[in-house]
């Protein structure tokens, strides 16, 4: 089957989607191509989900300035996008005179990048913030904050499906090339042709950059391990904890989420396989010292869950780090924007990044508005953060409110239904759980699982030999117990 584009998105993870629904303000016909079943199951899912204030970064670089304009804009995204989004701040515990003044020196770049908010604070008014922080001293950025990076990613991804783009989930690249001024796009089962390409495809960006005939990047993978805390500990941390950062690497920190987990991590450490998403167990054994300098007030016991993420890093000849690269090369790949090295903070700068490639391509070629363009997306309630006096009406409004069926987040079957049913068609246990928080409480699933897994059948004609727990290749079931 052949499909016929003006833009071809590689890639379906944040930043893919942020593109796909500011490009969708214009008439133009767009596809979204992700080799996974649903959008944001790699990076853009796999981290600790803070939205950081900017201060992290060179002076002058893309990193900085892209981040800086995405802290400045989240509040307003996540009101008009219906996603979970707290600036409750972030604070960096220090311990020695070294880290005091290496602190003051990330203070004064983040000011030269534009970031704001950021001061010093001493021992008693650190234990005044977070009673339960452990260090003598600590930087406060208040303008940093948490989102929710699943429903963040999904989000976009439904705004802008609704406003007319197509995805294509399962659908992993396998060719490129150019032909008649166009270019055409070849997956296992099917062939696209468009006018404009963009490669936002995350891990892989080195590999289809390639594919576009853009050669010579260095693409080192750097994974982090982390660690899921039970929920109950979340009222001690209202904000993430770090450690003071090195040049290269944001250390250790303790993040609560919008949803009250702790979370420990990452660890960093190069891997060759951008898909390797193991946890080993010295890793977490590590976290767990690292984690106890700063916040000593877990135990092994109150792991609920391990996970791990994996960053794309561009590095040149000697190993440095590098900018982000979006770029459009005229010559070697006309009409294809290049997106190099998007990593921390993607997740930040993700509409931001997603307005840059934008203007890079309204410099070649004028763009149409699109006057039915609508950036809000329907506010799917949930019953967990409601009142007794809204579950009430909901209840009264659709009896399927009344049906709890996670148990450990409060998760009814409307909420379920609603993932299922939603534009992009939720049609994997992640995609359920992703979308409603279902399987992430304290019983990970042990409770909910098999009725979300019967839900999937009756509501999306699924086989239970296909339903998915989250990749192709993942089956929840091989056959029946009984004949």
């Known amino acids: 089957m052949e499909h016929e584009y003006d833009v071809l998105i590689i890639g379906g993870g944040v930043v893919g989607c942020a593109i796909a629904r500011e490009l969708s303000a214009y008439r133009l016909q767009i596809g979204v191509l992700e080799k996974n079943p649903d959008v944001g199951y790699e990076t853009s899912a796999r981290n600790t989900g803070v939205v950081h204030g900017g201060f992290a970064y060179d002076v002058g670089s893309l990193k900085a300035a892209l981040c800086v304009e995405g802290n400045r804009m989240m509040g307003e995204l996540a009101k008009e996008l219906h996603f979970p989004f707290k600036r409750c701040g972030k604070i960096l515990v220090g311990h020695t005179e070294e880290e005091y003044a290496r602190l003051l020196e990330v203070i004064r770049q983040g000011e030269a990048c534009g970031a704001s908010n950021l001061r010093m604070v001493d021992r008693e008014e650190l234990h005044t913030i977070i009673p339960s922080a452990e260090g003598n001293f600590a930087l406060l950025s208040e303008n940093s904050g948490i989102v929710d990076p699943f429903l963040m990613t999904s989000a976009l991804a439904e705004n802008a499906a609704e406003n007319g783009v197509d995805f294509h989930l399962s659908c992993e690249v396998s060719d490129i090339s150019r032909e008649d001024g166009l270019w055409v796009i070849r997956t296992k089962n099917e062939v696209f042709t468009t006018r404009w390409i963009i490669n936002s495809a995350g891990a892989q960006c080195g ?115 590098q900018d982000f690269r979006i770029e459009i090369r005229d010559k070697e790949a006309p009409n294809a924007v290049n997106l190099i090295g998007i990593e921390s903070p993607g997740l930040t700068a993700s509409v931001p990044i997603a307005r840059y490639v934008i203007r890079l391509m309204k410099e070649r070629e004028v763009f149409e508005p699109n006057a039915d363009f609508n950036p809000a997306r329907n506010e799917i309630r ?8 809204e579950q009430e009406a909901l209840i009264r409004e659709n009896p399927d409110y009344g049906e709890i069926v996670c148990r450990c987040s409060k998760v009814t079957r409307a909420e379920i239904l609603s993932a299922i049913h939603n534009p992009l068609g939720a049609r994997t246990m ?29 509501e999306a004609g699924l086989d239970p030999c296909e339903i998915m727990y989250a990749r192709d290749g993942s089956p929840l079931f091989f056959g029946k117990v009984r004949g």
């Not at 949930?382 to 006096?389: G, H, L, P």
């Not at 409480?441 to 009756?458: D, K, N, P």
Request: glycine share 10%; net charge neutral.
């Open 207 to 321: 590999k289809i950059s390639e594919m576009l005939g853009i050669r010579g990047y260095r693409i080192i993978f750097s994974k982090g391990d982390y660690i899921v805390l039970d929920p109950r500990l979340g009222t001690m941390v209202p904000m993430p904890i770090y450690t003071v950062p090195s040049n290269t690497y944001m250390g250790i920190h303790v993040t609560v989420t919008t949803e009250g987990n702790l979370l420990l991590g990452p660890t960093a450490e190069n891997k060759e396989d951008p898909e390797d998403y193991g946890t080993e167990q010295k890793n977490l054994d590590f976290l767990y010292e690292e984690a106890m300098r700063i916040w000593p007030h877990f135990t092994k016991g109150d792991c609920i869950r391990t996970y791990s993420g994996v960053l794309p890093k561009w590095v040149d000849e000697n190993g440095t780090i």
């Open 382 to 389: 949930r019953f967990a953060d409601c009142t007794r006096e």
């Open 430 to 458: 992640a995609a359920v759980k992703y979308r409603t928080r279902c399987m992430m409480g304290r019983c990970q699933g042990g409770y909910c699982q098999m009725r979300i897994a019967q839900m999937l059948e009756t």
